[in-house]
Nanobody
Framework: QVQLVESGGRLVQAGGSLRLSCAAS????????MGWFRQAPGKEREFVAY????????TYADSVKGRFTISRDSAKNTVYLQMNSLKPEDTAVYYC????????????WGQGTQVTVSS
């Protein structure tokens, strides 16, 4: 069973930056896709970004395009979310997820890390 562990969330002022990390517990883990999602209080979970583990252009939600960057370090089995120009509306619990198939749902989820952006 793969475990995903997020870290890096904290309180930050608007306009600031954060980098979230998501590490997989299995060294040989090789998913098809890795994604980031977020859930703000009182709202449904929403897609933020995803990338193919093998490479290629990532995909972003319109709300974060140009501000967030998803990347991965295969050697460390870790995916990152670099978040710049943060806004109060980015406040949410951020989750990473891994999919083993090319299409369809994500199979593994992390426990989430809280990001709070103050105005």
């Amino acid at each position: 069973q793969v475990q995903l562990v997020e870290s890096g969330g904290r309180l930050v002022q608007a306009g600031g930056s954060l980098r979230l990390s998501c590490a997989a517990s299995i060294r040989s883990f090789s998913p098809s896709r890795m994604g980031w999602f977020r859930q703000a209080p009182g709202k449904e979970r929403e897609f933020v970004a995803y990338m193919w583990w093998s490479g290629g252009a990532p995909t972003y939600a319109d709300s974060v395009k140009g501000r967030f960057t998803i990347s991965r370090d295969s050697a460390k089995n870790t995916v990152y979310l670099q978040m710049n120009s943060l806004k109060p509306e980015d406040t949410a619990v951020y989750y990473c997820a891994a999919a083993t198939s090319v299409i369809g749902q994500y199979d593994y989820w992390g426990q989430g890390t809280q990001v709070t952006v103050s105005s």
